[in-house]
């Protein structure tokens, strides 16, 4: 069984809400919770991938779409950071900057779940 450790703060460089972790895995359960966590870390580099083949294939709809799931997918574990950069995405999916900014954040918020997860199990 998954210990609970402590939870990263609102504001952490990572972008993850400790709140809306322990919450979500209050709701859920501790072993649901990991599951779709899991799931989430493993659909987010598919996502990423969906949304630079929409970029590169000229279809603003699909970057939209694309960084929409994105923010859905981490947004759900407090990935509040990629939230930001993906509201911006969906307004401006010609901006390579923003693309490449919500990139970065999806990155480093799959980082510190995985971090945390893997701290969890260990305790």
Do not use: N, Y
């Amino acid at each position: 069984m998954v210990q609970p450790r402590p939870f990263p703060e609102p504001d952490a460089p990572d972008g993850l809400d400790g709140t809306v972790l322990a919450g979500l895995r209050a709701d859920l359960g501790a072993e649901l919770f990991l599951r779709l966590a899991r799931q989430a870390l493993a659909a987010a580099p598919e996502e990423l991938q969906q949304l630079h083949k929409a970029a590169t294939d000229a279809r603003p709809a699909g970057v939209a779409s694309a960084a929409h799931r994105l923010s859905g997918l981490l947004g759900q574990f407090g990935a509040i950071a990629v939230q930001d950069v993906a509201a911006t995405v969906e307004t401006r999916p010609d901006d390579a900057a923003a693309r490449a900014a919500l990139a970065a954040a999806v990155a480093r918020a799959c980082e510190a779940l995985s971090a945390w997860l893997e701290a969890g199990e260990e305790g």
